[in-house]
């Protein structure tokens, strides 16, 4: 699959319009959102994201922040307020050890995502900080191999349920209310068309915008035209 190809929507926390915005990855089925306030010229101050984060927490879509992308102690006194926004702390380099795992002990509801993550003992130490329910696999693929850290779980000695937990488990957790959401509107379109149909009201209509639903959500999300 060309990943190019997949539905995203890029914009700028510090000047863009949040509910402009909210509507557009809604109508894509967008699941997740990354900040990049590095890149994007903005410091992660209350007084910039705030309104971005008031609505991923009342959509409860995870926030994800690469870690060279955020300044260690802005990420910890904005989100320690935030305690029902998921935060996951992406790319996590080996450099950053010395901040990533204080800041993760210190926040429930951060998770690491561990594509760079390239340390001795890395699984158990991750572990024994924040649990295996905390913890994303990740590749950074096509950038860099899938493999090494697969290989690197798998030698781990870790359990089936840990394992699982951690390449797909976590992940699906975090995402599971997004795509409930989905799956929800896209059912209730349904059902209000099909009970235009049924009422013989607008039936041409409602065919056409029942459609609409289907395509604008489709299984999984993902935006399908019809």
């Known amino acids: ?3 190019l190809k997949q539905p995203r929507s890029v914009c700028n926390a510090s000047f863009d319009d949040p509910a402009s915005f909210a509507n557009d ?3 894509r089925g967008v699941r997740s959102v990354r900040m990049f306030p590095v890149l994007h010229q903005y410091p992660f101050q209350e007084w910039v994201v705030g309104p971005w984060l008031d609505w991923l927490s009342a959509e409860r879509v995870p926030l994800w922040i690469p870690a060279e992308q955020v300044e260690p102690s802005m990420l910890h006194d904005v989100m320690k307020e935030r305690r029902d926004l998921s935060l996951v702390l992406s790319e996590v380099h080996y450099r950053h050890v010395s901040w990533a795992l204080p ?3 210190s926040l429930p509801n951060a998770s690491i995502e561990i594509s760079r993550f390239y340390i001795a003992d890395l699984i158990p130490r991750l572990i024994d900080a924040v649990g295996d329910q905390r913890i994303l696999y990740g590749s950074r693929f096509p950038d860099s191999p899938m493999a090494p850290h697969l290989y690197n779980l798998h030698r781990s000695d870790l359990s089936e349920a840990s394992l699982t937990s951690i390449c797909s488990g976590n ?5 599971a209310f997004v795509l409930h959401r989905v799956e929800v509107e896209r059912l209730d379109c349904n059902d209000r068309h099909r009970a235009r149909r049924e009422s013989g009201v607008g039936a041409g209509g409602a065919d056409r915008k029942g459609a609409v639903c289907v395509a604008r959500y489709g299984p999984g999300g993902t935006r399908r035209r019809l």
């Open 171 to 175: 992940l699906d957790r975090l995402l």
């Open 103 to 105: 800041l993760l002990r």
């Open 1 to 3: 699959m060309d990943w």
């Open 25 to 27: 990855v809604k109508e």
